[in-house]
């Protein structure tokens, strides 16, 4: 089983920045995707970013050059680094894990962005 745990969530300013991290654990294989998708009320879950475990990094066309993926391989964790903050990305971020033909998910953290 493997186990994801957001943090970093919270309210912020149009303009601002956050960092989402999580942290996962368990049976994590060596090859995998790590990344967070966002679902904001009345829309589809969608997919923010993702990043490989060779640090490939794919992003939405609405996050580039705001949000910034990355990885630490040691420690098993994915961060998502945002700026640049704007209403339409207020969202419950969850972090996701794929391997092995399985995708797990987070529990999700709500982050709001205020004008």
């Known amino acids: 089983q493997v186990q994801l745990v957001e943090s970093g969530g919270g309210l912020v300013q149009v303009g601002g920045s956050l960092t989402l991290s999580c942290a996962a654990s368990?049976?994590?294989?060596?090859?995998?995707?790590m990344g967070w998708y966002r679902q904001a009320p009345g829309k589809q879950r969608e997919l923010v970013a993702s990043i490989t475990s060779t640090s490939l990094r794919n992003y939405a066309d609405s996050v580039k050059g705001r949000f910034t993926i990355s990885r630490d391989n040691a420690k098993l964790t994915v961060t998502l680094r945002m700026t640049v903050l704007r209403p339409e990305d207020t969202a419950v971020y969850y972090c996701?894990?794929?391997?092995?033909?399985?995708?797990?998910w987070g529990q999700g953290t709500q982050v709001t962005v205020s004008s």
């Open positions: 368990g049976n994590i294989a060596s090859i995998n995707v």
């Open positions: 996701t894990l794929r391997q092995i033909g399985r995708v797990y």
